[in-house]
């Protein structure tokens, strides 16, 4: 078994205070969360724009007196509307969060990339939903260079960041050091290249792999065209695949367990460290 520490998505574990979270973590092991405060304490932090730099601080005093690693200080915001004012606030929301980052030792600020609409659509996948985003990225980027706090971009397969091409291109169009890429496999596929993922991990990690510093593990399986979350190693994920690739990296990403229902999450986490 690997001593390698394991960290979570804060808000799958069932609990509302920073103290039971830091209990449930000791409770599993985990040593390294992703925090969406308005996910994890909602009676504390009732608006994504709510959150204070003196909450942020006790959380962060909390967490470091536990030794819990904040890695992924979560602002999933929509940088991709056609509204400008949606797009505005998502902005400054964003720029908020990297300025309490380090009040909670986060290692960075993510996000995915949201959608020209409300919900989802195949508009997501034009050029004019890629410069609205790259355009917002730009701009949080070089906010996060002045400020010392690096950004990870998560994809997602109906975003306007969808694909590993699309990866490459902002990172190539963004040119920042502070941009990172929080890879998750699970987001990536479809029904169609569920069946294509040594491809899909070979063009992810020649492309950005040095990019690559936090990954997601989860699973899935396809049910009557549905992408439905599964614990780890019950989906379509082929994690002997894809932990060969993430033990040849160089430099070691911080692997958080993602979407999976507190139920399932002591076998999943026997499941990972069996490939650890």
Known sequence: MSNRPLGVRAHDLAVDSIEALISRLRKYQLSAIQLAPTKSFPKEVNDINAFSLEQASYYGACLREAKIEVTVLGCYVNLSSYDTAVRQDAIETFCHYIDLASSLNAKFVGTETGSV??????????????????????????????????????????????????????????????????FDLVNLLTEVNSHQQQELLEASFASFGHKIKVIHLKDCQFIEGEKVTFPLGQGVVDYPLLMSYIRKMKEQPQLLLDEIPEGDLAMSIRFLQSWL
């Open 117 to 182: 609409l409300t919900g989802y659509t195949q508009e997501n996948y034009s050029e004019e939903a890629y410069e609205l985003m790259i355009a917002s990225l730009q701009t949080i980027a070089r906010y996060g260079e002045r400020q010392g706090v690096s950004v990870a971009l998560e994809a997602g397969i109906n975003h306007p960041l969808h694909d590993v091409a699309t990866i490459e291109r902002v990172l190539v169009d963004c040119q920042s050091d502070n941009l990172v890429v929080l």
